[in-house]
């Protein structure tokens, strides 16, 4: 077991049977507090998820999974040689260096947009080391062992990742969703690209306030809200 240092009201624990964002979603729905951290770390990948209490409807607290995506580019930045790109996908993949190395995902529960949910859970899924000696991997995915980042170590990348994705979630409590929005724009993967989410096609031009992604054709402009990627634990 793995003593973390978290920021105070962050507590852990560590699964040895459950996938920690399935647990932290089963914990949450049990009445754990808020705060909780459920991880498992293994040489080959990094599993975490963080529990949450909103106190805003869920259209408004999914703001919570791009400020944990741009904690956790600010924690792999502070970590990783200078050279290493990270940046985030609109549907949660993380990007280090233009291929897919994790993703950061959604849980909640109600999933009525306009409900405030009794508990809402991020979780965090990211690959340390190849699959096998050859790699394995292909151009559009990698690890971070791939990318230069074999020093980095999957404890302390989890408590970088919980300090960062909390100085965001104080920032926005304080000034609101402009400075992520703003940040996370200059992180976002696929921007002015086409893109295509159930069955609607269109450019990627942007975010509207409550981060849905703005898509652009000639039959006009549609907004899928960030609520149509919450992932059920299984």
Request: include cysteine; glycine fraction near 10%; charged fraction near 20%.
């Amino acid at each position: 077991m793995t003593n973390l240092s978290l920021p105070p009201l962050f507590t852990s624990l560590a699964s040895t049977q459950e996938r920690p964002f399935d647990m932290a979603c089963r914990l949450a729905g049990e009445g754990c507090d808020a705060g909780l951290v459920v991880y498992a770390l293994r040489p080959d990948v990094l599993r975490a998820a963080i529990v949450f209490a909103p106190e805003v409807p869920l259209k408004e607290a999914v703001i919570m999974l791009p400020i944990c995506g741009v904690g956790f580019q600010n924690a792999l930045g502070a970590l990783a040689p200078p050279e290493v790109g990270v940046h985030l996908e609109w549907n949660g993949n993380i990007r280090v260096n233009g291929a897919v190395a994790g993703r950061v995902m959604l849980g909640a529960a109600p999933t009525s947009p306009d409900s405030v949910p009794d508990w809402l859970v991020i979780g965090l899924e990211l690959s340390l080391w190849p699959d096998d000696e050859n790699t394995g991997l292909t151009p559009d995915v990698t690890a971070l062992f791939a990318e230069g980042c074999a020093d980095v170590e999957a404890p302390a990348l989890l408590e970088a990742w919980t300090r960062h994705s909390l100085v965001w979630i104080n920032r926005w409590l304080e000034d609101g969703p402009r400075p992520i929005h703003t940040e996370w724009s200059g992180l976002a993967h696929g921007l002015k690209e086409p893109v295509t989410h159930g069955g609607i096609s269109g450019t990627f031009t942007g975010v509207d306030e409550n981060f849905g992604m703005i898509l652009q054709s000639d039959d006009g402009t549609a907004i899928i809200p960030l609520t149509d990627i919450l992932t059920e634990a299984s």
